[in-house]
């Protein structure tokens, strides 16, 4: 049986280019933002009627997931008091997930699972039923600029159909709540069992097969050759650039966490 993984901290910090350089590691599958969890965790009494999108996350995920795994949720059992049934449906959806994604290679040879979903994933709500129910699991936090992160955000408003509402208001609020959700990451590694490896999107892009074979350590795996080849290829070194205009509020707040990890 694969061992779980999760991500934690905000969107937009270079989420995305981390799950497709795990994902080209023949023992690792990490599914794209299908909200399980959240899922889960809204089943764990019963099965709802209607699933409600997690505050301050988009409905896309979540939806998506329910329609393609329709079949599974249908013919699961109540989860009511039953974590084995709790973490069995995860494994069958995840599982699905992945033929999806790439029918190869055999679920036989993949060691790791886990999700996207990194706001979730860090919400002190949701950690008491996932330590619950995946106590082995690990959790990859990436961080990145918030600079970067809240312009992009602003900038995905005016060209994506759907976002989280939270991401329409001022950029004084959408700081904050960064802010928020990198406290979230600090008091789980301050409480929780579980190993946490934190790396900075910037390293990730000035330093990637360095970077990366700490990331695949951490799991005890090597960087693989086509996840290197990727990274030299495709992997720009400074993406952030092109926000640097980019105005920052300022909250105190978030000061804190940028001196912790080095912001300037």
């Not at 994506?160 to 802010?179: G, M, Q, S, T, Y």
Request: hydrophobic fraction near 40%; charge should be positive.
């Amino acid at each position: 049986m694969p061992r779980q993984f999760f991500f934690m901290g905000n969107k937009r910090s270079g989420t995305s280019l981390l799950v497709r350089l795990l994902n080209l590691h023949p023992e690792m599958f990490a599914s794209h933002e299908s909200d399980i969890l959240w899922i889960l965790y809204q089943a764990r009494n019963e099965w709802p009627r209607r699933y409600q999108c997690y505050p301050w996350d988009g409905p896309l995920g979540m939806n998506k997931t329910l329609q393609d795994c329709a079949h599974i949720f249908n013919s699961s059992p109540s989860l009511a008091n039953d974590g084995k049934a709790i973490f069995n449906t995860f494994c069958r959806v995840e599982e699905h997930l992945r033929r999806l994604a790439a029918p190869t290679p055999p679920a036989s040879s993949i060691k790791w699972v886990g999700d996207k979903k990194p706001v979730q994933q860090s919400d002190p709500e949701l950690r008491p039923f996932i330590e619950e129910h995946f106590p082995d699991a690990r959790y990859l936090h990436i961080v990145r600029h918030p600079r970067a992160v809240i312009a992009s955000k602003l900038e995905a408003v005016k060209t994506w159909p759907v976002v989280p509402e939270f991401w329409k208001k001022r950029p004084e609020f959408v700081l904050d709540r960064w802010a928020l959700h990198e406290d979230w990451v600090l008091q789980a590694k301050a409480t929780m069992k579980s190993p946490i490896h934190t790396l900075r999107f910037e390293d990730l892009c000035s330093k990637p097969i360095e970077t990366m074979e700490g990331v695949f350590a951490f799991f005890g795996l090597n960087l693989p050759g086509e996840a290197a080849n990727f990274l030299v290829r495709d992997v720009k070194p400074d993406p952030n650039k092109k926000y640097d205009s980019f105005l920052l509020p300022h909250s105190n707040h978030a000061r804190r966490i940028m001196e912790l990890y080095q912001y300037s």
